[in-house]
């Protein structure tokens, strides 16, 4: 491992588990100290990372915005038929679920800190409407159109649904990609 990998690496360690400790006790409940603990490392090492917890569900909310804003430039060089819009819902199915089932738990619980934390999410409702709009443009019909959007948020909303039912994230997961692509038209 390189100088460079190790912070990175250090990072996606405090981002998943935060995350992890943010969906199981609440975001409110969860200090900067149980994430050192939790990684076994000081609080100071922590803060050398991020200033706060705000700063970790900020990267969060950074990364996943990034990773759509580049399929969505990815998508807008290809040619719009029935294969890009299965290659899209799989690439967000891979960006939704980089950090499993618990992102969604913990989105859906904490709309409110996320709002308070990042009240503008402009950027990313401006990429879901362009995304919408390359997969099915208003030209398309309603139907077409609902498909494309309830598509892609069934990937989103696995988590918060899936929730209580007796099965493996992985398995709930990978069933609601299966009941999206039905779902795109």
Sequence with gaps: MTSTQAPTLTRERILDAALALFAEKGYDATSMR???????????????????????????????????????????QQPVDETLRRDVLERWTT???????????????????????RPDRSGMVACMTELYSLLAPETASVEEQLRVRLALMTINMAGFVGSGID??????????RRLALELMP
């Excluded at 679920?97 to 934390?117: E, L």
């Excluded at 099965?167 to 609601?176: G, Q, S, V, W, Y």
């Design 34 to 76: 149980e994430i050192a603990e939790q990684l076994g490392m000081t609080k100071a090492a922590l803060y050398y990372h991020f200033e706060g917890k705000d700063a970790i569900v900020l990267a969060l909310l950074a990364d996943i915005e990034e990773q759509v804003e580049e399929l969505v430039a990815w998508a807008r």
């Design 95 to 117: 960006i939704m679920q980089a950090h499993g089932i618990t992102a969604f738990r913990f989105v859906m619980a904490n709309r409110h800190v996320i709002h308070q934390i």
């Design 167 to 176: 099965a493996p994230d992985e398995e709930i997961l990978a069933e609601a």
